[in-house]
């Protein structure tokens, strides 16, 4: 299984991609709490700034995950605020490695609903399609908050947005009638929890 539920402390019933637990989590639980901080600041994060602009849009679909504090009936308005904002991933390039990959979320839109998961397609700037799926069968994403470390962004994310499939579409811009180009029964199976 993918993703799963935390069963104690204070990140009870918290959503976790068994990628992420591994490490940083466990990692984190582990550590003596004079070294906590040094391991959190360790990470990091991978900024474009004004670069995304830079970069291609590219058309994805996903499904978004979200933690038990959002009602079901918030998950959509949610969403929809994150447009325009940076999404961050831990990027494992190696075991050791600590750092953070991020995105520009530049539009999204939900489409339907499967059970307490929202399938959805959006259009994303990043450097490369590459860091949007990977062989395992996605990636997961959430929300980057400037403020916080990668961990503690982590842990207070309001949910997770697993990108399944990058698509091709015709070669010019993107950023106009992006819309036309999906294909929602893709989307619909992108939205199926892996």
């Not at 799963?4 to 591994?22: H, I, K, P």
Request: charged fraction near 30%.
């Amino acid at each position: 299984m993918r993703f799963a539920r935390m069963s104690t402390g204070r990140l009870l019933g918290r959503l976790v991609d068994a990628q992420e637990y591994g490490f940083p989590l466990e990692k984190l639980r582990s550590l003596k709490k004079d070294r906590v901080q040094e391991f959190l600041e360790s990470f990091k994060v991978i900024k474009y700034e004004d670069d995304y602009e830079k970069f291609p849009l590219r058309l994805c679909y996903g499904v978004f995950l979200p933690n038990p504090e959002l009602d079901g009936q918030d998950v959509v308005a949610h969403i929809e605020r994150w447009k325009d904002h940076r999404l961050m991933t831990f990027h494992w390039t190696t075991t050791f490695t600590r750092e953070c990959e991020t995105v520009l979320l530049q539009d999204i839109i939900v489409i339907g609903r499967l059970d307490d998961d929202w399938p959805f397609a959006a259009l994303v700037r990043s450097r490369d399609a590459h860091i949007l799926t990977d062989a395992d069968g996605g990636v997961s994403y959430f929300i980057r908050y400037e403020d916080l470390d990668p961990v503690t962004n982590l842990l207070n994310r309001p949910g997770i947005f697993f990108f399944k499939e990058v698509r091709d579409t015709p070669a010019g811009d993107l950023s106009g009638e992006w819309k036309s180009f999906i294909e929602e029964d893709r989307v619909l199976k992108a939205g199926r929890r892996p």
